[in-house]
C-alpha cells in the first residue's frame, strides 16, 4: 500500500479527525493503523484533486459581491480545481490548538493549505514536529517570482516546507479626531491623555519588538536582561490604567468606534478600516517597528501536488496583484508592483502595500528562540491576564 | 412486547442506557484524560509524560490564588443580582401573568436566540464610551467626565449577570408556578398579611427553583472567560482566562488541566456547603 491518500480516505479521516477534538485521548489511544498517514518519505502523485481545502484569515484574499473570489475562480477554470476556501482562521494559538488533536494522533486536519505567522511559535513547530508536507517544487516554477529578503527564513531556511502569503507591519494606530499624532511607544504607554483608552497587542512578538526596540533594546536578540526590561515597561504602563486591553485582531471595533484613542495595530487592517473610518492614522513608531509574514503550509495528510500547484498560481505576478489589490498587505511576489500599476495605480503606490526602503530600515524581526523560550511565554500570558 | 413483558425489571435500565452511554463517552472518558493529562510534565516540543506530578495543583493554587478568588467574587455577585432581577419577574409571570404568560416567557428566553458570543459583543457596544448608557451616566454624574464603564469590574458583572438570568428565571418561574394559589389563600384567611404570606408560603414553596436557579447560574458563571475576555481589561480576568491561555497560547496542557480540577473541586465543595446550608430536600423539591 502506498503512503498516497485519496480523497475520500483524506474526508474519512478529516471526518474522525474532527471527533478527535471532542475526545482527544481515545482517539490517540486506538488512532494506531492510521498514525503513519500520509508520512514519511510521500510519494506524490502528479495528479490533481478534485478540491483543494484552503484555510485562511478573515478578509485576506480577493473578494466580489456574493463571497465570490475571483483568483479561485480562475483557478478552477484554469486547472479544474474547485477551492473549498474557509475563512476560519482568526489567531495563530486557536487555530493550532483546532487542528493539534488530529496531527497529534496522525489524522489529517481536512486541509491542504494552512496559513500561519512566523512572528508565533506555530510555524516552526509544525515543521519540527512533522506535522507539515514538503512542498512540491517542481510543481512551483513560480517560486523564482518570491522576494529576495523572504527566500531564507531561519525557520525553514529553504523554504522546503512554506511560502509566504502576505506580511504585513505592527505599528501605531490613532484617531485623528480624537488625539494628536501617536507616533512614539513613549507615548503610547506615558501619555496622559491616553489613559485607559490605548490598546496593545495580545501577540507576544508585536508587542515585545516595538517595546524592546523603544526601550533600545535589539528585539532580534532577547536576552533574560531585556526581556525582564520590556516587561518591566509594559507592566507599569499596565498598573497606571493606561492599557485598556490586550487585543488580537479585535482591537478594530473599539478603535473605529472612539473607544481606543491610539493602538498598536497591523498596516494592513488600517488601509481596510481607513476605507470607512479616514481619521484612523498609522505609522511606524519613532524607534521601528516589526515585520512578519503568514506562511502557506501543507499540514500532514493534505494533497501536496494540488497545494503546490495552487501555490505556483498565486505566485504569477498579476494573480498576486488581483489579491494584492484587495488585501492591502505586502506582498511577497516580485512583479505584482508592475502588474498592479496598470490595475490600480494607487493601491501600488500605497507604502503599506509596497514599502519603501526607509521603511523596510525601520522594522524588526523578532528573535525566533524567544517565540519558543516556554519561560518568556508564561510571563507573557501571566502578563497580559493579570 | 413479549421480551419487555418478561423481563420488566430490564426496562429501566435499557431506557437509561442511551442516556448513560451518553455520559459515559462525552463525559468520563474526557474527564479521565483530563486527569491523566493534569499529572503529566513535559513540553508540546519535547512531548508530555505522565509523571504523577501533582506540583501542577499547587502550582495552579499558589500562582492564580487571585483569578480563583475573582471568579468566585464576580459569579457570586451576578447571581445575587440575577436573583434579585429575576425573582419579580417570574413572579409576576407566574402569578399576573395570565394569558401572557407563554409569550412573556418568550421575552425572557428570546436573548436565546442569538449567540452567546454575539449577545456579549453587542454589550461592548452599549457600554462603549461613546455610547448612550455611559453619557446619561456621566450627565448624571454617576460616572465622573472621564469614566467609563467597558473594561471594568462592572461590565464584567453585568455581562454575566445577563447572560445567565435566563438560566435564574426559568427555574424560579417553574417553581412559582406550581404554587397552589389556595394555600396562600388559607395563610390570608389566617390574617397574615400579603407581606407575611409571602415570607412564609410562596418564597419557602419556591426554594427549589431559588436553589436550581442559583446553582444553574453561579456553576457556569464561576468557570466563563467569555465576558472577562470581551468586556473587562487584564486586571479583571478570570480562572477561565487562565486556563484558555494556558491551554490555547502556551500549550501547557497539564496546567490547564490540573486548574480546571481545582476549579471543578472548589465548585463542587460550594455547592455541597450550599446544599447543605439551605437542605438537600430544597434540591429536589
Known sequence: ?386 | MGFFHRHRGLTPYLLLAPGMLFLAVFFLVPLGFLAYQSLETGSIDFGYHFTWAWGNYWDAIRHYRGHFVRSFEYAGIATVLALVFSYPVAYWIAFRGGRWKNLLLLFIVAPFFVTYLIRTLAWQTILSDNGLVVRILRDIHVLGSGGRLLATATAVVAGITYNFLPFMALPLYVSLEQIDHSLIEAAEDLYASKWKAFLRVTLPLSMPGVVAGTLLTFIPAAGDFINAQLLGSPTNHMIGNVIESKYKELLDYPAAASMSFVLMAIILVLVLAYARAVGTEKLTG
Open chain 1, 1 to 386: 500500500m502506498t503512503d498516497q491518500l485519496t480523497r475520500r480516505q483524506l474526508l474519512e479521516r478529516a471526518a474522525l479527525g474532527g471527533a478527535a477534538i471532542t475526545v482527544p485521548g481515545l482517539l490517540a489511544a486506538c488512532g494506531g493503523t492510521s498514525t503513519k498517514a500520509g508520512g514519511g518519505g510521500t510519494t506524490v502523485a502528479h495528479k490533481l484533486a478534485k478540491t483543494l481545502h484552503f484555510s485562511n484569515w478573515t478578509l485576506y484574499i480577493d473578494n466580489k459581491p456574493g463571497n465570490r473570489h475571483p483568483s479561485l475562480d480562475q483557478f478552477q477554470k484554469k486547472y479544474g480545481v474547485h477551492v473549498a476556501y474557509n475563512e476560519d482562521i482568526n489567531d495563530n494559538a486557536s487555530f493550532f490548538s483546532k487542528i493539534q488533536p488530529a496531527l497529534s494522533s496522525g489524522q489529517s486536519t481536512g486541509r491542504d493549505i494552512i496559513v500561519m505567522t512566523d512572528n508565533s511559535r506555530y510555524p516552526s513547530l509544525l515543521v519540527k514536529k512533522g506535522w507539515v508536507e514538503k512542498l512540491d517544487k517542481s510543481a512551483i516554477p513560480n517560486i523564482k517570482n518570491l522576494v529576495p529578503q523572504q527566500r531564507h527564513p531561519n525557520w525553514d531556511p529553504n523554504r522546503d516546507y512554506s511560502l509566504p502569503w502576505q506580511s504585513g507591519f505592527t505599528g501605531i494606530g490613532w484617531n485623528q479626531k480624537l488625539t494628536e499624532p501617536i507616533t512614539t511607544m513613549g507615548d503610547l504607554l506615558g501619555s496622559k491623555k491616553l489613559k485607559g483608552k490605548v490598546g496593545l497587542l495580545s501577540e507576544f512578538a508585536d508587542t515585545l519588538a516595538l517595546v524592546m526596540a523603544y526601550n533600545g533594546d535589539d528585539p532580534s536578540k532577547v536576552t533574560d536582561k531585556t526581556f525582564n526590561k520590556a516587561i518591566d515597561t509594559i507592566q507599569k504602563a499596565v498598573h497606571s490604567g493606561q492599557i485598556r486591553a490586550f487585543y488580537g485582531n479585535d482591537y478594530s471595533g473599539p478603535f473605529a468606534k472612539g473607544d481606543l484613542l491610539a493602538t498598536m495595530s497591523w498596516s494592513g487592517d488600517i488601509v481596510q478600516l481607513q476605507a470607512d473610518n479616514p481619521n484612523l492614522k498609522w505609522q511606524l513608531p519613532d524607534t521601528g517597528g516589526d515585520i512578519w509574514t503568514d506562511n502557506m503550509l501543507i499540514p500532514k495528510g493534505g494533497d501536496v501536488y494540488t497545494a503546490s500547484v495552487y501555490m505556483n498560481f498565486v505566485y504569477d505576478p498579476k494573480i498576486a496583484a488581483e489579491i494584492e489589490d484587495y488585501v492591502n498587505y505586502v506582498c511577497p511576489v516580485v512583479g505584482a508592483k508592475q502588474a498592479l500599476l496598470k490595475l490600480d495605480p494607487g493601491i501600488a503606490k500605497n507604502p503599506l502595500i509596497f514599502p519603501t526602503k526607509q521603511m523596510l530600515d525601520n522594522v524588526h524581526v523578532i528573535d525566533p528562540t524567544a517565540l519558543n523560550n516556554q519561560k518568556y511565554q508564561t510571563t507573557w500570558q501571566n502578563l497580559i491576564s493579570a
